[in-house]
C-alpha cells in the first residue's frame, strides 16, 4: 500500500521518468525511510517498550549473579537481545552488573550481545530480510555473545576491572502506578530512541539507495571472486573502524546483499560494525585496564573469526 501510494505521488502526479536512476534512488529512499521510521521503528518499540515496564533491572541482576558460567550466559544474551542499546549506551547497564556481583564473563555476554541483537534491529531486518534470515540472524548474535562471555569468563579477569567502577554512572530503575503511565513510557521510550536512530537510518537508507541502483552487480561480483575464502574476515576487519548504529546499517547490508554479497559476508560486515567499534573499547577501558580491554575485544573478535 505505501510502496503505491509513493508510486503514484511519482509517476502519476508529479509524472516523473520511472527510468531514471535518480528517480528510482528518491523512490527507494521516500519508501524505506517511512516504511523503517513510522510504520516500524516508532510502533512497535512503543509496544515493545510498555511491555519492558514489568521488567525489573534489579530482579534480573540478582538472577544473573546466582548463576554459574553456561546458563548465566544464555540467559544475559538473551536479555541483551530484548535491551534496545548500540555498543556504547549498553556499558553503562554493564558496569551495573558488575557492581551488583555478576561474573565479568557473563556480563560480557549481555554487553557483546545488546548491540548486535536488539528489538528495533530485528524489527526492521524482518521487514527487509525476512524471519529466516532475522532468526538465522538472531540465533548466531546470541550464540556470538555466550561463547565470547564464555571464553572471557575462563580467562580469570576480574582482577583488572578497575577499583572505582562503583563511581560509573547507572541506569535509574522507574517505577509505574498505573498502565498509562506504562503506555507513556513506552512512547517515551519510542521518541528517545527514534530521536537518536533517525539520522543514522537516513544515512544508511540513502547509501543503501545509491548502492541498489547505481552500483553494478557485476562489480560487486568482481570483488567477491577477488578476495575469495578471506571475504568473510576482510568484511570483520573493514566494519570495526566503520562504527555505526545498527538500524542505519541494515539498508546498506540489504542492497550489498541482494547485489550479490554472499549472506554470510554481509551479516559479518553488519555485526563488525554494531558489536566491534572503536568508541565501545574507548569507554570499556573507563572500567577495566588496557590489557585486559584488548582481551575483551580479541575474544569477541576469535568467534567471529
Known amino acids: 500500500m505505501l510502496q ?8 502519476v502526479i508529479f509524472k516523473l521518468n520511472p527510468e531514471l536512476k535518480i528517480v528510482n534512488t528518491l523512490n527507494f529512499f521516500i519508501y524505506d525511510s517511512i516504511k523503517i521510521l513510522l510504520l ?3 510502533m512497535m518499540i512503543t509496544i515493545i517498550g510498555f511491555i519492558r515496564s514489568y521488567i525489573s533491572q534489579d530482579t534480573i541482576k540478582k538472577k544473573l549473579s ?3 558460567y553456561g546458563l548465566g550466559n544464555i540467559f544475559a544474551a538473551m536479555l541483551g537481545a530484548i535491551t534496545p542499546f548500540c555498543s556504547c549506551s549498553s556499558i553503562p547497564l554493564f558496569l551495573s552488573f558488575l557492581r551488583a556481583g555478576v561474573p565479568l564473563g557473563i556480563s560480557m555476554s549481555f554487553l557483546i550481545t545488546s548491540p548486535i541483537v536488539n528489538e528495533y534491529l530485528v524489527i526492521i531486518m524482518l521487514a527487509t530480510f525476512g524471519w529466516k ?10 550464540i556470538i555473545g555466550v561463547l565470547s562471555g564464555i571464553i572471557i569468563g575462563k580467562l580469570k579477569l576480574e ?4 577499583n572505582d567502577i562503583k563511581n560509573s554512572s547507572t541506569i535509574k530503575e522507574e517505577t509505574f502506578k498505573n498502565i498509562k503511565e506504562r503506555i507513556n513510557y513506552g512512547l517515551k521510550e519510542s521518541k528517545n530512541i ?3 536512530l533517525w539520522y543514522w537510518i537516513l544515512l544508511g537508507v540513502s547509501i543503501g539507495a545509491i548502492i541498489h541502483n547505481y552500483v553494478p552487480s557485476e562489480f560487486i561480483q568482481k570483488i567477491i571472486e577477488s578476495t575469495g575464502i578471506f571475504s568473510v574476515p576482510l568484511a570483520v576487519i573493514i566494519g570495526v573502524p566503520m562504527y555505526g548504529n545498527s538500524a542505519g546499517i541494515v539498508p546498506i547490508a540489504l542492497a550489498l546483499f541482494e547485489k550479490g554479497i554472499p549472506l554470510g559476508t554481509t551479516l559479518a560486515f553488519m555485526m563488525a560494525i554494531t558489536a566491534l567499534s572503536f568508541p565501545e573499547a574507548i569507554i570499556l577501558r573507563r572500567a577495566i585496564k588496557l590489557t ?3 582481551t575483551l575485544k580479541g575474544g569477541d573478535s576469535v568467534v567471529w573469526f
Request: net charge positive; no cysteine.
Open 4 to 11: 503505491e501510494i509513493i508510486n503514484h505521488v511519482f509517476f
Open 40 to 42: 516500524l521503528l516508532f
Open 66 to 68: 546466582k548463576h554459574k
Open 133 to 142: 534470515i532475522t532468526l538465522v540472524y538472531i540465533i548466531l548474535g546470541i
Open 159 to 162: 582482577k583488572y576491572i578497575v
Open 194 to 196: 527514534t530521536k537518536k
Open 292 to 294: 585486559s580491554s584488548h
